[in-house]
């Protein structure tokens, strides 16, 4: 790729003179390990309501982080001071903290190996960088998509909101590979809101375009229908607000991608980060109930379920060229035929599993945030002998319910027993769609409901949904994430009346 695509002023920096200074003095102090990344992150989130501007946040973090290995141990520090001399006291900073915590360390630092990569670039998939359009011009969008709505019969309120990110990293370490990475994200969402004032109630319905790695482009229509789904939106908000609730008890399930992902998010991604399943991270999501000692022999699910770990799939969240670690980017397996065959690493801990290479999934939010092991695009495959449609999966339930758009959740700690909600939900008679429910959340524990899983879609139906802030660590880091995933059929899953549970 040409380094001409990466933003100029981050270009401008004096990479390789901080790299240089950084690197040779850990050389010189005595570390056997040493990396530098320097990062800017730039960042906007715009909010609308009813169509007014109600908060327009712009910020951009830049600094230099040098991480270091003296005598199996690990030492880190940060600057936002960018010249060749902070850079050289940042790293002697690093070496000092690793000499102090040496005392206490209970473990040396293995690294499995990584083949040096010498200048290389890597610019995510986008076409319009979002931050060269004018923020005027983007609230005269939202804006106008907020009026269409609101004169809608039924809508009260509404709710627009962009968020987009641009980061750019350098990473350079003793082996000599030097990388210099760019990638933008975008998340547009669209919330309206119907009130019954008799009742004192309300209720809700948000667009299902998911957050993407893509620019500009994608709020204009690339990779998303925004007029046809702001067409649909009041109708069916109105049909939601007519509709029965659910009756408690075992449904047949079909579920789209825009729902499905997060359940995967939740009961498979986490649960086979590696650092969780053997307990040495358990912030924010806990640990996992599939350990290592399980690994070849846990039926997680049906012989339908596939599932990747993925850092290189067009516009995922997760995706990029290389990781804080300086390792190219894959895909591999981690449920293969409904067993689990693998976890999601970093070069720390790779070795511990007997393996060679890292799986390339380290990452830091922030120049002065060590790089821990993060979630790739964690994703379930398609049917790949048929193009398997949702009418095809709906005409196979005589009672059932088909689950659109995800809303709220619950998990335990050990990312076993959920459950989930949704955005949208129609009931399924005799393989029909037949309507909207209301009320609607299945519960069940992971390798139950995986194990349910009697079909899966093809291609067709196969979709990227994710989330930009999936949280991890402490001191508590944010990441990005992408799931793919086809809709899928379930069978006999324990479903609950969200109303009567809350009363």
């Given amino acids: 790729m040409s380094l001409d695509r990466i933003d100029a002023r981050f270009r401008a920096l004096p990479l390789a003179a901080l790299a240089d200074a950084a690197l040779g003095r850990a050389r010189e102090l005595g570390a056997q390990h040493a990396d530098v990344r320097v990062e800017q992150i730039v960042s906007q989130s715009i909010d609308l309501r009813d169509g007014t501007v109600t908060g327009v946040e712009d910020a951009t973090e830049l600094g230099l982080a040098v991480r270091v290995v003296v005598d199996g141990v690990w030492g880190f520090a940060s600057h936002?001071?960018?010249?060749?001399?902070?850079?050289?006291?940042?790293?002697?900073?690093?070496?000092?903290?690793?000499?102090?915590?040496?005392?206490?360390?209970?473990?040396?630092?293995?690294?499995?190996?990584?083949?040096?990569?010498?200048?290389?670039?890597?610019?995510?998939?986008?076409?319009?960088?979002?931050?060269?359009?004018?923020?005027?011009?983007?609230?005269?969008?939202?804006?106008?998509?907020?009026?269409?709505?609101?004169?809608?019969?039924?809508?009260?309120?509404?709710?627009?909101?962009?968020?987009?990110?641009?980061?750019?990293?350098?990473?350079?370490?003793?082996?000599?590979?030097?990388?210099?990475?760019?990638?933008?994200?975008?998340?547009?969402?669209?919330?309206?809101?119907?009130?019954?004032?008799?009742?004192?109630?309300?209720?809700?319905?948000?667009?299902?375009?998911?957050?993407?790695?893509?620019?500009?482009?994608?709020?204009?229509?690339?990779?998303?229908?925004?007029?046809?789904?702001?067409?649909?939106?009041?109708?069916?908000?109105?049909?939601?607000?007519?509709?029965?609730?659910?009756?408690?008890?075992?449904?047949?399930?079909?579920?789209?991608?825009?729902?499905?992902?997060?359940?995967?998010?939740?009961?498979?991604?986490?649960?086979?980060?590696?650092?969780?399943?053997?307990?040495?991270?358990?912030?924010?999501?806990?640990?996992?109930?599939?350990?290592?000692?399980?690994?070849?022999?846990?039926?997680?699910?049906?012989?339908?379920?596939?599932?990747?770990?993925?850092?290189?799939?067009?516009?995922?969240?997760?995706?990029?060229?290389?990781?804080?670690?300086?390792?190219?980017?894959?895909?591999?397996?981690?449920?293969r035929d409904g067993v689990l065959v693998g976890y999601q690493l970093d070069r720390t801990f790779a070795p511990r599993l007997g393996l060679e290479r890292s799986n390339g999934c380290a990452f830091a939010d922030s120049p002065h945030h060590v790089p821990i092991q993060r979630m790739a695009n964690v994703s379930l495959r398609p049917d790949p002998e048929h193009d398997t449609s949702v009418d095809e999966l709906v005409a196979g339930i005589d009672r059932g319910i088909y689950v659109v758009g995800d809303k709220s959740w619950s998990i335990d700690m050990q990312r076993y027993n959920f459950q989930f909600t949704g955005q949208r939900f129609y009931a399924i008679e005799d393989g029909r769609l037949s309507g909207q429910l209301r009320d609607v959340a299945y519960q069940a524990t992971t390798t139950d409901f995986w194990g349910s899983m009697d079909a899966v879609g093809g291609p067709s139906t196969w979709a990227l949904h994710g989330a930009m802030n999936c949280g991890k660590a402490q001191p508590g880091q944010v990441a990005a994430v992408s799931h793919g995933c086809p809709a899928a059929r379930f069978r006999g899953v324990n479903v609950l009346n969200t109303q009567e549970e809350g009363s």
Avoid at 132 to 158: C, F, M, Y
Avoid at 235 to 246: C, D, F, N, R
């Fill in 80 to 335: 936002v001071e960018l010249t060749p001399e902070r850079a050289a006291a940042t790293a002697a900073r690093a070496v000092a903290v690793a000499r102090t915590l040496a005392p206490v360390a209970i473990e040396r630092v293995e690294r499995a190996g990584e083949p040096v990569h010498a200048d290389a670039v890597w610019v995510s998939a986008y076409d319009i960088d979002p931050f060269a359009v004018p923020t005027r011009d983007k609230v005269e969008l939202l804006g106008e998509w907020s009026q269409r709505l609101l004169a809608a019969d039924g809508v009260n309120h509404v709710q627009a909101h962009v968020e987009q990110v641009r980061e750019n990293k350098f990473y350079a370490d003793l082996t000599g590979t030097s990388t210099i990475q760019q990638r933008v994200r975008i998340a547009p969402t669209v919330t309206a809101t119907a009130v019954d004032r008799a009742a004192g109630a309300f209720e809700t319905m948000r667009t299902l375009a998911p957050p993407v790695g893509r620019g500009w482009e994608y709020v204009t229509g690339t990779g998303w229908d925004w007029d046809a789904e702001l067409a649909q939106l009041p109708e069916l908000l109105a049909e939601k607000t007519k509709a029965p609730s659910v009756v408690a008890g075992a449904y047949d399930l079909v579920i789209d991608p825009s729902n499905l992902w997060l359940t995967i998010h939740e009961s498979v991604g986490h649960a086979t980060e590696y650092d969780r399943a053997i307990g040495y991270e358990a912030a924010y999501a806990g640990t996992s109930f599939a350990t290592p000692d399980k690994l070849g022999t846990l039926r997680y699910g049906s012989g339908h379920m596939h599932v990747t770990g993925d850092r290189t799939v067009e516009h995922g969240l997760a995706t990029v060229g290389f990781d804080d670690d300086g390792v190219a980017t894959s895909e591999w397996d981690l449920v």
